[in-house]
């Protein structure tokens, strides 16, 4: 075709189709981690790299699985904590949350949780944050489980459950030393071992 006939027209590069978008923005309505408004700040940032037909249609995205939402607005400066505390071998401490009588999140009464961050995924709609953590009073009363005392275990903490993370001037404890890190950590395997992410220091039969 003539050049000049098309001047000042072109095809914009797109990084994502507008189904691929659409398909990002589901999984992140239906996520628990995410608390209501940083969802909807992020359905607007990637509506954005869409054209103005999709970004009109998302305006009116009425954000059907919105139910389970966090009520923990912290997430992604929580994330930005631990990911500094991995790269830099730093331990972490946090606040657990929990529902008061009257359904609301609220910070537990429970002692802060010291521990060292190892990675964290997304599993079941929820974030999971895997870490090495000093066994405690309470598991030391089971000797059936064979602990001992500076023991350490892994344990699996639903992030949208957490709060007030801080990174803290302590070395990384050495969960290499761990059994299951001695070979080199399979992850699937211990997905499909802990299907609810408990009890991560006990071995399925």
Known sequence: PDEAKCAGFYLSDRKFNELELRIIIDALSGSHYLSQKETEDLVKQLAGLGSRYFQ???KAYQFVGRGGKTE???LMLDLETIDEAISESKQISFDTLCIN??????VSDRPKVVC???RY????RNYYLIAAKTVDADLL????FGFKEGDLQL???????VTNVEKLDLSAQ????????RQGMDWQKLLREHPTMQLLWYKPE
């Open 174 to 181: 050495d969960y290499r030393s761990l059994p299951e890190f």
């Open 101 to 106: 009588s009257r359904g609301e999140q609220v």
């Open 141 to 144: 009363q089971y000797k059936s």
């Open 155 to 161: 344990e699996a903490y639903i992030l949208s459950n």
């Open 56 to 58: 009109s249609k998302m």
């Open 116 to 118: 060292t961050p190892i």
């Open 121 to 124: 995924f997304v599993k079941d």
């Open 72 to 74: 923990n607005r912290n």
